[in-house]
């Protein structure tokens, strides 16, 4: 009788305590809702002095998408110190805490880096994963036979002979796993730590789920904050494009008074006066605002596309003959080399013969003192029911780090350009379902531009 007291009051001990270490990462379990931190509060309450369960904790979570375990941290009393209590040694009250340099060096151990490169395939054999993942049980491996085994390597690769393994379960899905060892002390696990390990892994489970569900929403909340932001940005953006649609149009009535007043003044000044070299600068800079009004409006206001039946080869027969006196002007050979002669498409023929209006003409800009300018179509080997336009140029190119940004509105290299040219470009093509991309290729830049066929080519 007397042999039992002793033996009665250890056990009871040792429920309080276990009881005590439960409460108080439950508590810690509610301290906190960032899944990092958490993690290394889970596996340093396992490795850590204050419950002297095992020397080495490992985490792994389930990446739903790939089917993997991927290990996430690994802790060993080596790097479990500095697990804090805060709230007073009260267990009711209290709870652990662990400080980012202590979660810092944590992560940069030589261990913690070993599970961080590890990852289980859940689609091989495993005994063990299929018993811990697919069954949800707890399972204990005491000797080295799963360490020879061929079907998974992480047991190998992490050095673990005798080993537990318990699932991270929430809402009767598995998150993950805990793997704990004794590499260090040698110590057997024994059927009251097992049963410590369930209860806890099951607190860490729903906590687990609970900050992954937290976050998010909070990345739900965030790219909510962010689309709420554009739309703000967007709003903005429309009121002062409508502004300047306004304004260019109010200003381009006057502009073209002045510029017709100053180009009947020109005419009557001498050639080799001051007042005739003002009156053509006052011409030219009138002109040049008169484009730019123009382009403005034309970016601004909302397209209205007018799809009937087209040619895209007499489009582009239009453009060249639009062209032909700049190009012999500025010593420019053409040379074209069309598909075929009947190219049909369903879109608006006049916004079209703009894009490859603009396309020759940039090219010509960038060969002031001559070149070649080639325009080549090909029907796609793939599908006959799209049609590529390449026009390249011996103009030297376009710097590589502006190729991202050519399409964008008022991004312009040219001195006097008002950078919407291309952009407009880049509407129309989207407008008619095609697409246009620009390159360097050799000597010069070379404009891509996709179009779909009507349904009458073969």
């Known amino acids: 009788m007397t042999d039992r007291i002793p033996s009665q009051k250890a056990a009871s001990t040792k429920q309080v305590t276990e009881l005590t270490l439960l409460y108080q990462f439950s508590n810690t379990m509610l ?17 850590s002095g204050k419950a002297m369960l095992f020397d080495r904790a490992i985490l792994f979570l389930r990446n739903e998408k790939t089917d993997v375990l991927q290990g996430m941290l ?68 005491e000797d080295a036979g799963c360490h020879e085994c061929t079907t998974c390597s992480f047991i190998k690769h992490l050095g673990a002979t005798s080993f537990a393994a318990t699932p991270l379960v929430a809402g009767g899905k598995s998150l993950g796993i805990i793997v704990v060892d004794n590499p260090q002390s040698d110590r057997m696990i024994t059927q009251d730590n097992l049963h410590f390990l369930q209860l806890f892994a099951n607190q860490a489970g729903m906590a687990i789920e609970n900050s992954m569900l937290y976050n998010r929403v909070e990345q739900a909340h965030s790219s909510l904050r962010e689309a709420r ?40 000044l001498p050639n080799q006066s001051r007042e005739h070299t003002y009156a053509d600068t006052i011409v030219k800079e009138v002109g040049r605002l008169e484009k730019m009004l123009s382009d403005i409006l034309a970016f601004s206001r909302k397209p209205t596309i007018c799809y009937s039946a087209c040619n895209l080869a007499e489009i582009l027969q239009d453009c060249f003959s639009s062209c032909a006196a700049t190009l012999e002007d500025q010593g420019i050979r053409l040379s074209a080399n069309l598909e075929e002669s009947n190219l049909p498409l ?64 008022f991004f312009t290299t040219k001195r006097h350009g008002t950078g919407l040219g291309l952009a407009i470009v880049n509407r129309i093509l989207l407008n008619h379902d095609g697409r246009i991309t620009a390159a360097n290729d050799g000597s010069g830049a070379v404009f891509t531009v996709t179009l779909p066929l009507a349904e009458t080519v073969q």
């Open 31 to 47: 301290s906190t809702i960032r899944l990092n931190k958490l993690t290394h509060l889970v596996l340093t309450a396992l490795t």
């Open 74 to 141: 690994g802790v060993t009393r080596n790097t479990a110190e500095g697990l804090q209590i805060i709230g007073g040694e009260d267990a009711l009250s209290s709870h652990w805490d662990i400080s980012e340099e202590i979660i810092a060096l944590q992560v940069a151990s030589e261990f913690s880096s070993l599970v961080r490169s590890t990852r289980i395939d859940m689609d091989n054999d495993c005994p063990v994963i299929k018993r811990v993942i697919s069954e949800q049980k707890l399972c204990l491996i």
């Open 229 to 268: 932001e554009r739309l703000v940005h967007g709003e903005r953006l429309a009121a002062i494009g409508e502004m300047a649609a306004n304004l260019a149009h109010e200003l381009k009535n006057p502009l073209i008074t002045i510029g017709g007043f100053a180009g009947r003044l020109l005419k009557s």
């Open 346 to 409: 369903l879109g608006d023929a006049h916004q079209l013969k703009q894009v490859f209006l603009n396309l020759i003409l940039n090219a010509c800009e960038v060969m002031p003192d001559g070149g070649l300018l080639r325009v080549h179509s090909e029907i796609s080997p793939r599908s006959k029911r799209v049609i590529t336009i390449r026009i390249s140029d011996t103009g030297g190119g376009i710097p590589t780090e502006m190729l991202s940004q050519i399409f964008n509105p």
